[in-house]
């Protein structure tokens, strides 16, 4: 998928001017963040699950070759293929290859963000395969050529008109004239319109919340029931994934899934939570007769052993940015990229460089309420600050920034120069604004005085003061 | 208890009543105050630039400087965390200088929960009528747990009442140079915090981060709204007479 | 493609700072993976006996818009299927699943019922199957694919019903999962459902019927009486 971060600032610019995106995000913003607190209030464990959740991750990930080892095995017992993929074009080799293999015309695909990440349906496309979405958020944003704006809910940015007038514009066979006022009338025409490309389908190609190393199974995580129909129909189930989604144990899962619906959606527990293992066996009367595992590095292992290997445990519940405020504020298509919100603002620097997306690390306050409601505990605001690092390093700030940056330092290194210019500059502006006790406009603080006042000092430093005070006294 | 008071540069430079209100509730706390002439800053506008190299030299000048003392104490939830949580994983690779800074890092203390938790205060004799909003600074709620402590001594202030604000612990934009870097974003965060303010119908509202009440006084003043904004520390010492709230001349 | 693997795996622990893992670390895995233990199990269910786990089964499942209804014996249940498709005013045409199980079920007491044996196909409405276990701490149902049980049952028709024997019911999914490895090999696929399909993906606004069938009506069959006295707690 083609990056926008780098115009970050002028995406969040549109998003704040969007009014139909500003009421979505305040919906969205009344919505998850409540629901997954009444969730958590009825799971008296849910904290201590948060930490288990965290091991199980960190214990995985640092024995990762194990237990992708693991994996393949099990797989291959099952009768499924694994294959690796160290890059994006070799994923999407992988899956054309075994598209042409079956003489594949119409691929349906589950919601997966591994997909998305390498240009997948493009891809396909271009080489005479049907690529239908049919995660209704997925196949809306399809229809519109837009890219999804949320981990979970890639429709998020949009209201229920546009939806309407996106399916008036795309099923031409319909009747004009009826009625699509309603979401109800909405969902019952996706699904009518979905259902035959469902049974039409020669591959279907689904992500994976977790790969389980103990039996060579995938499971993933819907609540529509489309990622069951696209893996169940067609001859070949595609399991599109990455590395770090592996668990050891079924056991291992069974934790991790309870902190995956309660942080995602609210939800106990979703509709449909699937494991699949290898293709159908002898007797089944449906079910896929190929099941192949795609995994996919793409910078995943170079995340290993460093600052960022945390972002790793991501379980993909999209928690972070249910909670973030500048996500509330901006959208997720302003991160002009697959991952948006806090996970994102650390993972997309990783995947496609810190000099295309410098700014999604530093358009964060570190408010720290992501951090607060990661089911795995990732420390989203410390990796974003690993980012700062390496730009301030790498000398990627603007050079004004940096210069004003090292000044107040050097200053601030010696106290004496220190207090004598705070004593200097806020009698100076203590004074310029001692009539209104706060200034409309301020030379050099124009970022601030554009759409606030700024409070004048009360005109003597507190060391002054107190240093006055501290004389007074003893002179008594 | 001996007790070094860490100013914080934004209190320093705009609004000493703050320190002074912090002194008189420490005293009368049983705490002999004294304010370390060597200190500036806490370093957090290097460290969350990125600038360690500038952080960790402004973090041993405050380790230098606060030296001796019980505890060190901040009438700032974000200087504190810096102090608390962040000084140690700067030093994390530092080990000839860490075991000093964890210990630096223990004594260190945003004042309102200092004063609740580590001094046992559970009332003050202050007095102001008022129905007041509070708002959760993000740090000192998120790294330092500083939630119940100021709204258990402002129940105890004669006269005041507390309206809960809806987001109260949602980011009011601030952050440090991110309300510069990303303005756009900065006013959104302030000004539905604004909107939260005004739907409270308090005639004040309070928090213990002046960097959040800098933000917050300047969209309400931009917009002509009468609410008072002000340090919980100044309601709290009973100092509301001595100077006006943020923003408004004498 | 092996070059990949090996390339992958090789990074993964030049990351990692080490080579492969040595034997003794590999077999200490292994031995953790082979006794798959639980980790901490929430109270909610666990900590209930069994007719508690049945009521919380059946009160959790009717909160995602199951209905459920505990009949006393096998034999009530081809009258409830009829009774539930009149109410719902659905067509009497149904899919079971092939399952021996179902054949204790007097379906010849209701010869209005037309009933086909096998998977689903696109035009059926209404499907029958038994279940493997029903999840007493979400009310979630688990169901296996096999020769008897097709996976196309659980998601192409409108209308699910779902056979839940009493002494299915079990408190966690950890339970669910000591009983699927107790059964043999594992299945192709492991269906949790939790309710009817639904999306909130326009404006948060949960609709029922996603891709995914709109009802799930579920029959829980006490027969203990029949089963036995004392054969459960």
């Known amino acids: 998928m083609l990056a926008t971060s780098s115009t970050f600032e002028a995406n969040a610019r549109a998003g704040l001017a969007n009014p139909i995106l500003q009421r979505a995000l305040a919906l969205m913003q009344s919505g998850f963040p409540e629901r997954r607190r009444l969730a958590i209030e009825r799971l008296p464990e849910f904290e201590a699950l948060r930490d288990i959740g965290e091991s199980i991750k960190d214990h995985t990930l640092e024995h990762l070759d194990f237990y992708l080892e693991l994996f393949e095995a099990n797989v291959l017992a099952s009768g499924g293929q694994v294959h690796w993929a160290r890059t994006p074009d070799e994923a999407r080799a992988v899956v054309l290859q075994i598209c042409r293999s079956v003489d594949a015309k119409v691929v349906t695909k589950g919601k997966s963000m591994i997909a998305e990440e390498i240009g997948l349906n493009e891809y396909l496309e271009k080489n005479g395969i049907a690529a239908v979405e049919t995660d209704l958020g997925e196949y809306i944003i399809q229809l519109r050529h837009e890219p999804p704006s949320h ?17 008036r514009a795309e099923h031409c066979s319909l009747d004009p004239a009826r009625s699509l006022a309603e979401a109800r009338q909405l969902c019952d025409e996706a699904r009518a319109v979905l259902r035959p490309r469902f049974l039409a389908a020669d591959v279907g190609i689904t992500g994976a919340n977790f790969l389980v190393a103990e039996t060579g199974s995938s499971i993933i995580v819907t609540n529509e029931g489309n990622g069951d129909l696209t893996q ?5 189930h595609i399991v599109m994934t990455s590395l770090e989604k592996l668990v050891p144990t079924l056991e291992d899962a069974a934790t991790l899934l309870r902190l995956l619906a309660r942080s995602a959606t609210g939800q106990e527990f979703s509709a449909y939570t699937t494991m699949s293992t290898g293709p159908r066996r002898p007797g089944d009367l449906d079910g896929p007769e190929q099941y192949h595992v795609v995994l996919l590095d793409n910078g995943r292992s170079a995340l290993l052993g460093g600052e960022f290997q945390d972002v790793l445990r991501c379980i993909r519940c999209s928690a972070c940015m249910n909670h973030c405020p500048v996500y509330a504020a901006v959208g997720g298509h302003a991160y002009g990229w697959v991952y948006s919100g806090p996970m994102g603002a650390v993972l997309t620097p990783s995947l496609i460089g810190i000099a295309k997306a410098g700014h999604l690390p530093n358009a964060s306050t570190f408010c720290g309420r992501c951090e607060s409601v990661c089911p795995v505990k990732i420390p989203l605001p410390k990796m974003m600050r690993h980012w700062r690092e390496r730009q301030f390093a790498e000398k990627l700030y603007p050079p004004v920034y940096r210069a004003g940056l090292s000044l107040w330092a050097w200053v601030a290194r010696r106290p004496a120069l220190y207090h004598a210019t705070v004593e200097l500059f806020s009698r100076a502006l203590g004074w310029a604004g001692k009539d209104r006790g706060r200034f409309r406009s301020l030379p050099l603080a124009n970022g601030w005085t554009a759409v606030r006042d700024m409070p004048a000092p009360e005109g003597r430093s507190f060391h002054r003061l107190w240093a006055e005070r501290q004389k007074a006294g003893a002179r008594r | 208890m001996r007790v070094a008071l860490f100013v914080t540069c934004l209190v320093d430079f705009f609004r000493p009543t703050i320190g002074f209100a912090a002194v008189k509730l420490l005293e009368a706390a049983g705490c002999t105050v004294e304010v370390p002439r060597a200190q500036t ?8 630039s990125g600038d360690r190299a500038n952080a960790k030299a402004i973090a041993l000048q405050v380790l230098d400087a606060f030296e001796g003392y019980d505890h060190v104490v901040a009438p700032s939830g974000s200087c504190a965390g810096m102090i608390r949580v962040h000084y140690p994983e700067l030093f994390a690779d530092d080990p000839a200088v860490l075991p000093r800074v964890q210990h630096l890092a223990a004594r260190s203390w945003e004042l309102v929960s200092f004063l609740v938790d580590i001094c046992g205060m559970r009332k003050v004799s202050a007095r102001w009528d008022r129905e007041v909003a509070y708002h959760d600074a993000c740090s000192g709620l998120r790294e330092l747990g500083v939630r119940d402590q100021p709204r258990r001594l402002l129940a105890s202030v004669g006269g005041l009442s507390l309206n809960e604000l809806a987001g109260a ?6 952050g440090g140079t991110f309300c510069v870097k990303y303005p756009d974003i900065s006013d959104k965060m302030v000004s539905d915090k604004e909107a939260e303010i005004v739907k409270t119908r308090a005639a004040a509202v309070l928090a213990g981060d002046l960097g959040c009440l800098l933000n917050i006084a300047g969209k309400l003043h931009r917009h002509g709204r009468r609410i008072e904004v002000r340090h919980v520390a100044e309601v709290l010492a009973g100092m509301t007479e001595e100077t006006p709230p943020i923003g408004v001349r004498r | 493609m092996s070059k990949a693997r090996e390339q992958i795996l090789a990074g993964v622990r030049r990351s990692l700072k080490r080579g492969r893992l040595d034997a003794t670390r590999e077999t200490a ?3 953790r993976v082979s006794a798959h233990q639980r980790n901490l199990v929430p109270a909610r269910a666990a900590s209930m006996d069994h007719a508690g786990r049945v009521d919380l089964f059946v009160a959790m499942a009717e909160e995602v818009q199951a209905t459920v ?4 014996s096998p034999a009530a249940v081809p009258e409830e299927v009829a009774r539930y498709l009149a109410a719902e005013n659905l067509a009497a045409d149904l899919v079971l699943a092939p399952d021996p199980g179902l054949d204790a079920f007097p379906w010849d007491a209701r010869p209005l019922l037309r009933i086909r044996r096998g998977r689903a196909e696109a035009g059926d409405t209404v499907s029958l199957t038994p279940c493997f276990a029903a999840i007493a701490e979400t009310g979630t149902l688990m169901l296996v694919s096999g020769a008897g049980t097709p996976t196309t049952l659980n998601f192409l028709p409108d209308t699910r019903i779902v056979v839940v024997n009493d002494r299915q019911v079990v408190a966690t999914y950890e339970d669910g999962w000591d009983r699927l490895r107790a059964a043999g090999a594992l299945p192709r696929a492991v269906n949790f459902i939790t309710g009817a399909s639904r999306t909130g993906d326009i404006e948060q606004r949960i609709e029922l019927g996603a891709h995914g069938p709109r ?3 579920i029959i829980v069959v006490d027969d203990r009486q029949k089963a036995g006295d004392g054969e459960d707690e």
Not at chain 2, 169 to 174: D, I, K, M, P, W
Request: proline share 7%; glycine share 4%.
């Open chain 2, 41 to 48: 800053c806490c370093g957090q506008p290097a460290y969350n």
């Open chain 2, 169 to 174: 612990e949602t980011c009011c934009g601030f």
């Open chain 1, 151 to 167: 981990l979970i809910a890639p429709a998020i940015h949009l209201m229920k008109e546009q939806v309407a007038d996106t399916f």
């Open chain 3, 69 to 72: 209804v505990r009949v006393a």
């Open chain 3, 215 to 217: 009802r799930l009506h």
């Open chain 3, 29 to 31: 895995l292994q031995e």
């Open chain 1, 232 to 236: 169940t129909l067609p001859r070949v």
